[in-house]
């Protein structure tokens, strides 16, 4: 069995999920294939590994045992990796494909990080989630990171960073908002294929607020442009500009007292991010590394 680690990598997903549904979505791969990879170990060592409870699994004594090996050997290859790729030798561009908010703010940073993971070039793609998935089906980018889960056939999404969605503005404006304040504003909304607004728009929709009728006074497709539109806005003009962004856009602005945001009054607009890669390169060297990466980045 030590010669497919596979199933073991399976059983400490499962351990590290705490759940054979969430191990499935972590593998890309069914619940009935979980079950069946621990039930195989099971019947390899002949004893019982994992106990489901009500509140998640838990180990038996022997798949104590069983998990401080399998960590020891995730270990051991994990160190291997680099000589491995140095084994495999490409060189090659690894092409990276983003969403705004994600491709401008949040992985630029890291793209060095990457670079000297796998000791080759990266680039990086942006544009809307839906043409970034479209772009790895094509094969024209090997990992996407987006901001809503678009599922399709054949691709693997892996939750990724948490992000939340607040209203902002260059003027102060109350930190908790009622939904009559919203109709108070100057609007510059993001264009109708974008995730955020369609987000915005359904949370807008549940407590009731009428979009139609805000004051819009544009409509932009980029974060970048719709950031500095407001913040080069009129200050004292009697309507402050405002929009819905995502908190890692504005973080930076934010911290330096540039703008300002602000919550609807008893609601939280959260997402997930999401890095996803096609099911035929799960088991690709490169993949596993930049995917490795970016799990462990926690925060930006």
Request: hydrophobic share 40%.
């Amino acid at each position: 069995m030590l010669k497919d680690f596979a199933k073991l990598h399976t059983f400490l997903t499962v351990i590290k999920e705490k759940s054979f549904s969430k191990a499935s979505a972590k593998l890309g791969i069914s619940q009935p294939a979980v079950t069946q990879q621990i039930k195989f170990i099971e019947e390899y060592l002949d004893t019982k590994i994992v106990e489901r409870k009500k509140n998640g699994i838990k180990l038996t004594k022997e798949g104590e045992d069983l998990y401080r090996i399998a960590v020891r050997l995730e270990k051991a290859i994990s160190s291997s990796e680099k000589d491995l790729l140095k084994i495999i030798n490409k060189e090659f561009t690894f092409v990276l494909g983003a969403s705004f908010a994600i491709g401008n703010y949040v992985i630029p940073p890291q793209i060095q990080k990457i670079k000297d993971k796998i000791n080759n070039e990266v680039y990086l793609r942006v544009a809307h989630s839906d043409d970034i998935i479209d772009q790895l089906e094509d094969k024209k980018i090997d990992i996407a990171l987006i901001e809503s889960a678009i599922f399709r056939e054949g691709i693997i999404y892996r939750e990724w960073l948490e992000d939340e969605l607040v209203i902002f503005s260059n003027q102060p404006i109350p930190k908790q908002l009622k939904k009559e304040d919203l109709y108070k504003f100057d609007w510059i909304c993001r264009d109708e294929n974008s995730h955020t607004r369609k987000l915005t728009s359904e949370v807008f929709e549940e407590i009731g607020v009428e979009c139609s009728s805000f004051n819009v006074i544009g409509v932009l497709s980029s974060p970048t442009a719709i950031k500095e539109s407001i913040t080069h806005a009129d200050k004292t003009a009697p309507r402050p500009v405002v929009s819905v962004m995502s908190r890692h856009v504005i973080a930076d602005d934010v911290a330096a007292g540039k703008i300002y945001e602000a919550r609807i009054k008893g609601y939280k607009i959260s997402r997930k991010f999401y890095i996803a890669y096609t099911k035929d390169r799960k088991h690709d060297a490169f993949i596993d590394n930049v995917v490795s990466f970016l799990l462990n980045i926690r925060s930006v």
